[in-house]
Each structure stands twice: as structure tokens, then as C-alpha cells.
């Protein structure tokens, strides 16, 4: 869409429509300039919509929410600054792992996993606000671990409004806001990194409080998590409040209710694409569409209930596993995880000369598998459908054995530990 749109690049399903008319070689006469032009394409395609749309406000007019809410650049100027928020990123990483005490070689490692990803910083520099986000949700975790809950709660509600996805983290956020790790006036004491191998040492285990059901019930409301609620919530419903007092509907449908219904036939990595696809021209009811949401929800409050104390693995794994589940799956979603895969490895048991290796190549292989028919299906415009949607299936199959792999490897370490031991360790050590 946003090539046939381009004003110097020619018009991709005009001349594809004529070659299937005609006796010339489909899509040779455009394959070639197409070829040349993609890099500025790649750079400038989203930077042309964007200053549509500032030169439209700065106006007076109104415009179109729907290229607006999708592209994602209500804040853009430059590349610059996505590039300096991809940095951004790389320094709040090695915050975040000093924080726990992580040795410096291992920041090193981490943060370089990040910043010379050359996926992310395409996708960054390409005029996509993802480094933004990934930043921002980095920082919400430096300030959870501060004990600064009110700052994060502020910009989880901004982020939220921002980006939707980040709603996910909402209950592992509040079941770690719990007296025993938070209270007032005090900074919550933080589990730190270890050489061990396996499972959290036993020295770990016993100063952490793992919460319960019936816990969570009986001490659901305390200070934090209600300070926490209100504020994000006032957050979010304010910046929403706001534009929808400028924009009225149009901004409420497309940046929020949009994505609760969306269907997308194309460019779909999402095992959903082909029923989309077949579908896509009758109605499908609302009900169908948010059936879709139940894997995903069962998932969540799996991964959640497990890995919830250890917040920063439990993003991570929730995140993939969105993700994979999602009705809608495209190439810059993947940012999503791995500006937090740096924050896990650590605590990691996997070996990178084998598991590692080994599940980097059935990821790619599975995605370059998938783009392969993706390319025989947009360009040399193959019926090759039930090729694509089994790809679907075995990039789903690819992501969920990694996740499996990841978890199985990883030394579950939860971030706080329970005030009430640090109280009375440090009794014993003044007696």
C-alpha cells in the first residue's frame, strides 16, 4: 500500500491488473525501478505521510485518523529521533541489569544484542516509533525497581495510550505491587544476579514472597496498587479524553476499538490471515472477531500466574507470546521482544554454540520461509494461499518452541525480595 502510494514509485496493483490482461511478463516492467527505488521507499514513505499530516494540523484541518493511528508518528520530526531513542534503549538495558548487580561483561553482551540488531534499527530508522515504546516501558521498569511507582504509573498510562499492547503488562505490574515488596517511605529490596546454574538458589527462594490467590485477594487493595490504578488510569483517560474532544470518533475508533475488531488479509504473518482472507469480503460478526482473543488471554493468565514476580522475564514471554497468538502479526511487532530478550539472558542456562544457535535458525528459517511464499504471492502474484497460511502455521509452531526452549532455560529469579526478611536479617547482623 504504501509503495502504490509513493508518488515517484509506479503504481504496484494498477500494473499488476494490466499484466494479468496482457501478454508481457508479469511484473517485469516494474520489478526493476522497484528495485532501485526501495531503499527511499523504505526511509521516506512514512516521513511523506507524516508531514501530510502535521501540514494538515498546523492548518487548522482535520486528517485522516486512519493513516494516522497505523503509522504511529503523531510525535515524529527526524530519524534522529528514533535513532537516539534506539539508544536510549541500549542505556536503559544496562541500567536495568546494573541495577540487579549483573557483572559488566555481561551488560556488554546484553546491550549489544540490542544495538547491533541490525532488525531493530531498521525498523527505527525506517520512520517507526517502536524504539519510543520499547524505551518507555524500560523505564517503567527502572522505576518499579527504584520504588518510584508513581512515576511509572504515569507513564504506563501515557504508553498505554500510546501503544495498546502494553495493557498486557497490567496485572503483573499490580501482583508486584504488594506490601510485603512495596511500602511507604522505603525503597523495595531487589534480588540480584548470581553465578548459579538451574534454579534460584535456595538463599533466593527463601527471601522471596510468592504470591498466592487467595493473597492477592485478601490484600488487593493496598496503597500501591490503588496509587498505581488511579494514576495510569487518570493518565490515559485524559490524553484519550483530549483527543477525542479535538477528533471526536474518528480518533476513538481508530486508535483503540479498531484494534479489537482489525482484520488484515495481507502482510500477515498471523495463522488468522487465510480465514481473514476468505472472509474478508462478507461480514464476519463481532463475536467471531474477538473469539480470536480467548488463546491469547488463556496464555496470559498462564504465563502471568508462573513468571509474574520475575517481571522482567514475564514481560518478555508474554510479549512473544502475544505476539504469536495475534490475529494480526507484522515484521516491526518483534521490536516489541527484543529490546527485553537483553534483560533475560543473564539468567539464562541456554548455551549459545547449540540452543542458542539452534533456536535463532528455526526462528529466521520459519520467517524467511513465510516471506519466501510472501514474495512468490505479492510479487510475482502466485495463487499460493494455502502455502502462505501453512507457513503461518510453522512460524506459530517456530515461536512456540522457543518460548518453550527459553523458558525452560531460564533461572527463574524474582526482582524483589520480602521486606519482613530483610528486617530481621538486619537484626541479626546488628545483634
Not at 340 to 367: D, N, R, T, Y
Not at 402 to 414: E, F, G, K, N
Amino acid at each position: 500500500m504504501l509503495v502504490s502510494m509513493s508518488p515517484n514509485v509506479p503504481n504496484v496493483n494498477k500494473q499488476r491488473r494490466h499484466a494479468l490482461k496482457s501478454d508481457r511478463p508479469p511484473l517485469r516492467d516494474w520489478e526493476i525501478p522497484h528495485t532501485k527505488e526501495q531503499h527511499i521507499v523504505t526511509l521516506l514513505c512514512s516521513h511523506f505521510y507524516l508531514f501530510q499530516i502535521q501540514s494538515f494540523i498546523a492548518h487548522g484541518g482535520n486528517f485522516s485518523f486512519q493513516l494516522l493511528t497505523r503509522v504511529k508518528g503523531l510525535f515524529h520530526e527526524t530519524i534522529c529521533l528514533w535513532s537516539f531513542a534506539d539508544l536510549l534503549v541500549g542505556l536503559f538495558i544496562r541500567s536495568i541489569l546494573k541495577l540487579r548487580r549483573v557483572p559488566e561483561n555481561l551488560c556488554t553482551y546484553s546491550v549489544m544484542i540490542w544495538l547491533l540488531n541490525p532488525f531493530t534499527f531498521t525498523i527505527g530508522t525506517r520512520g517507526n516509533c517502536e524504539p519510543i515504546v520499547c524505551a518507555v516501558i524500560l523505564w517503567i521498569i527502572i522505576c518499579l525497581m527504584n520504588g518510584n511507582v508513581l512515576q511509572a504509573a504515569f507513564w504506563y498510562g501515557l504508553v498505554v495510550h500510546f501503544r495498546i499492547y502494553p495493557i498486557i503488562y497490567a496485572l503483573p505490574i499490580i501482583l508486584i505491587l504488594d506490601s510485603n515488596f512495596f511500602h511507604s517511605g522505603r525503597k523495595p529490596f531487589l534480588s540480584y544476579w548470581t553465578a548459579g546454574h538451574g534454579k534460584t538458589t535456595q538463599s533466593s527462594t527463601d527471601v522471596t514472597y510468592h504470591c498466592n490467590m487467595q493473597n492477592v485477594l485478601t490484600k488487593i487493595f493496598t496503597r500501591q496498587r490503588v496509587m498505581f490504578g488511579l494514576v495510569s488510569a487518570i493518565v490515559f483517560f485524559s490524553f484519550t479524553g483530549l483527543f477525542f474532544y479535538l477528533y471526536g470518533w474518528a480518533f476513538l475508533h481508530e486508535a483503540l476499538l479498531y484494534h479489537l475488531t482489525r482484520t488484515d488479509p495481507r502482510h500477515n504473518f498471523s495463522v488468522y490471515f487465510y480465514h481473514i482472507y476468505l472472509q474478508y469480503e462478507n461480514e464476519i460478526s463481532v463475536l467471531e472477531k474477538l473469539i480470536s482473543f480467548l488463546p491469547q488471554f488463556v496464555v496470559q493468565l498462564v504465563l502471568i500466574s508462573c513468571f509474574a514476580q520475575d517481571f522482567p522475564f514475564c514481560f518478555f514471554v508474554q510479549t512473544v507470546a502475544f505476539v504469536a497468538f495475534n490475529k494480526v502479526i507484522t515484521a516491526q511487532y518483534f521490536v516489541w521482544f527484543f529490546c527485553l530478550l537483553p534483560l533475560i539472558l543473564p539468567w539464562s542456562s541456554m548455551k549459545l554454540k547449540w540452543e542458542g544457535i539452534c533456536c535463532f535458525f528455526v526462528w529466521m528459517g520459519a520467517q524467511i520461509h513465510w516471506l519466501m511464499w510472501g514474495y512468490m504471492l505479492e510479487f510475482k502474484g502466485k495463487n499460493v494461499f494455502l502455502q502462505l497460511w501453512m507457513a503461518s502455521l510453522v512460524f506459530l509452531a517456530a515461536n512456540t518452541l522457543v518460548l518453550i526452549m527459553i523458558i525452560r532455560h531460564h533461572r527463574y529469579s524474582p526482582v524483589f525480595r520480602h521486606l519482613e526478611f530483610e528486617s530481621s536479617k538486619n537484626s541479626v547482623k546488628l545483634e
